[in-house]
């Protein structure tokens, strides 16, 4: 692993990519940031969430899985009407019947209240417009970031807490496929804790057990057998 001002940086294969993020993640851990209760973790608990979700696992790939997965990390926040789960022709058709209202109330010599039902009208056809054009960046975004944005730069994660890009390198040799993994910690006091972390482990543990995915469907299909409990040793082992 190289340490820099940039970040923690290794060269590998995917083993290799798969445990460097385990190994940021443990140390991120071992600090208590996933804890909201503790002192970073009131700060970082949502955002370690998100990293963790998102850095390589060993049964993912990077064009695919991790593709996919920064797409949905890049992808334009919801805006007011989609988080209030409006469709923009729900929001046209309410501001439709506020202006109505606001027409009526003409009628009825309330100038005030023909006001307030105009500008809650105006209000809707916004909220229906920003829906609108969230929804059609998505859907370029999506395809554009997939298939080229990926062709030209390397898949990224970027929050408050972390900073990553990996990228595959190119052939070395026989070695097969050869990639790139660069995390950074946001947070200065942070990422010296996080790097004293990461010596220790260099130093202490010998064999580092990368975690798989469990495929406890195939272990029920074997004569009726129960899946593995969840606590159970189900991960194979690299070298450091």
Same mark, same amino acid.
């Given at each position: 692993?190289?340490?820099?001002?940039?970040?923690?940086?290794?060269?590998?294969d995917?083993?290799?990519?798969?445990?460097?993020?385990?190994?940021?993640?443990?140390?991120?851990?071992?600090?208590?940031?996933?804890?909201?209760?503790?002192?970073?973790?009131?700060?970082?608990?949502?955002?370690?969430?998100?990293?963790?979700?998102?850095?390589?696992?060993a049964?993912?790939?990077?064009d695919?899985?991790?593709?996919?997965k920064?797409?949905?990390?890049?992808?334009?926040?919801?805006?007011?009407?989609?988080?209030?789960?409006?469709?923009?022709?729900?929001?046209?058709?309410?501001?439709?019947?506020?202006?109505?209202e606001?027409?009526?109330?003409?009628?009825?010599?309330?100038?005030?209240?023909?006001?307030?039902?105009?500008? =809650?009208?105006? @209000?809707?056809? +916004?909220?229906? !417009? $920003?829906?609108?054009? %969230?929804?059609?960046?998505?859907?370029?975004? #999506? &395809?554009?970031?997939?298939?080229?944005?990926?062709?030209?730069?390397?898949?990224?994660?970027?929050?408050?807490?972390v900073?990553?890009?990996?990228?595959?390198?190119?052939?070395?040799?026989?070695?097969?496929e050869?990639?790139?993994?660069?995390?950074?910690?946001?947070?200065?006091?942070?990422?010296? =804790?996080?790097? @004293?972390?990461? +010596?220790?482990? !260099? $130093?202490?543990?010998? %064999?580092?057990?990368?975690?798989?995915?469990? #495929? &406890?469907d195939?272990?029920?299909?074997?004569?009726?057998?129960?899946?593995?409990?969840?606590?159970?040793?189900?991960?194979?082992?690299?070298?450091n």
């Amino acid at each position: 692993m190289e340490e820099s001002i940039s970040g923690f940086k290794v060269r590998g294969d995917w083993g290799d990519i798969v445990e460097h993020g385990e190994r940021i993640t443990r140390a991120l851990r071992d600090v208590d940031v996933h804890e909201p209760d503790q002192e970073y973790g009131d700060r970082f608990a949502s955002a370690f969430e998100e990293w963790d979700e998102w850095r390589p696992k060993a049964h993912e790939t990077l064009d695919s899985d991790v593709s996919e997965k920064t797409a949905d990390q890049a992808s334009v926040e919801e805006g007011k009407g989609e988080k209030a789960g409006k469709e923009p022709d729900e929001d046209i058709k309410t501001a439709g019947e506020k202006l109505s209202e606001s027409y009526e109330r003409l009628e009825d010599d309330d100038a005030e209240g023909a006001v307030g039902n105009w500008k =809650e009208s105006i @209000d809707y056809v +916004a909220r229906a !417009a $920003d829906s609108a054009s %969230r929804k059609a960046l998505r859907r370029v975004e #999506d &395809t554009v970031y997939q298939n080229v944005m990926t062709q030209l730069a390397p898949y990224y994660f970027d929050n408050e807490l972390v900073s990553a890009n990996v990228q595959q390198a190119a052939r070395n040799g026989g070695n097969g496929e050869q990639f790139v993994f660069e995390v950074n910690v946001n947070d200065d006091d942070l990422k010296e =804790e996080v790097s @004293d972390r990461l +010596a220790e482990y !260099a $130093d202490e543990i010998d %064999r580092w057990h990368v975690e798989v995915e469990k #495929d &406890t469907d195939a272990a029920e299909a074997i004569e009726g057998a129960e899946a593995p409990p969840e606590n159970g040793d189900n991960s194979r082992s690299t070298t450091n």
